[in-house]
């Protein structure tokens, strides 16, 4: 059984309803429990001329490998709806895994930790809630150092 740390995202199709739909999708995989969820989180797009978009991170545990739990991902954010069109264009439902376990993941589909993750308040400020206050990821950094280097600006809490 492995702690996973799933960012969830959405800027398309009432982006709040997707993620709870998300959530609960998550909670039915084959051995998988939804450990907790954070808060849901606005801010304006990296990418400007999108819509903004809504995150959150969700805490799971699991006994899926990594590939198993990110073609079960995959299947969620399909069946959500998701067009796979422009690389970083707007989308019904993103599902990132962001940490699992101690693991370092450096295949050509799946690079965990997520890495761009330290450089993202919307990842950040919501694993803080979920995760433990002294969280180390696999590669040794800390998650309080990340969070000190990456200001909460432009963050709306829901
Ligand atoms: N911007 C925000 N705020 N949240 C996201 O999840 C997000 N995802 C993306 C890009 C387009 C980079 N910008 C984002 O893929």
Same mark, same amino acid.
């Given at each position: 059984m492995e702690r996973v740390y799933i960012g969830l995202g959405s800027n398309l199709s009432a982006p709040d309803a997707q993620l709870r739909s998300a959530l609960q999708a998550m909670a039915q995989?084959?051995?998988?429990?939804?450990?907790q969820a954070s808060s849901f989180y606005t801010s304006d797009s990296l990418l400007p001329g999108q819509p903004r978009y809504t995150n959150a991170v969700a805490a799971l545990d699991t006994r899926l490998a990594p590939l198993e739990l990110l073609d079960a991902l995959q299947a969620i954010e399909n069946d959500q709806?998701?067009? *796979?069109?422009? *690389?970083?264009g707007p989308r019904t439902l993103d599902l990132d895994i962001?940490?699992?376990?101690d693991q370092l993941i450096d295949q050509p589909r799946l690079k965990v930790p997520h890495y761009q993750m330290h450089l993202r308040a919307f990842v950040l400020y919501p694993l803080a809630e979920v995760a433990p206050q002294d969280l180390v990821l696999?590669?040794? *950094?800390?998650l309080s150092a990340l969070l000190a280097q990456c200001?909460?600006?432009?963050l709306e809490r829901l």
């Open positions: 995989l084959p051995g998988t429990a939804l450990a709806g998701r067009e *796979r069109k422009e *690389r970083w962001l940490l699992f376990g696999a590669d040794k *950094r800390a200001p909460f600006e432009g």
